[in-house]
């Protein structure tokens, strides 16, 4: 009785082990990577200079402001930004 509870523990173990140490790490990194991509691509083409875009989230949580952009780079100059929380509107 207790060799069957005894394997199915250590299968359980062994799953849960792979998914925490193997499987999630990997995916957030994926994730990350995706977003990143994502966002840089969208960045280079939304933001313009001496203009404040909250387009780059989908959530509009972070607002930049960059004061020139060399066109023959593409380099930013005088970044700012700032994340924040949007909260609903009570009426």
Do not use: C
């Not at 990577?33 to 949580?61: E, I, N």
């Amino acid at each position: 009785m207790v060799r069957p509870v005894l394997v199915l523990a250590t299968a359980t173990a062994l799953i849960t082990l792979y998914l925490t140490a193997i499987a999630f790490p990997n995916a957030n990194q994926a994730y990350r990577v995706l977003a990143y991509s994502l966002l840089s691509g969208q960045a280079r083409t939304a933001v313009k200079p001496r203009v404040f875009t909250d387009d780059l989230l989908p959530s509009g949580a972070m607002v930049v402001y960059v004061s020139d952009i060399v066109s023959s780079t593409g380099e930013w100059h005088d970044l700012s930004s700032a994340i924040f929380e949007r909260q609903p509107i009570r009426g």
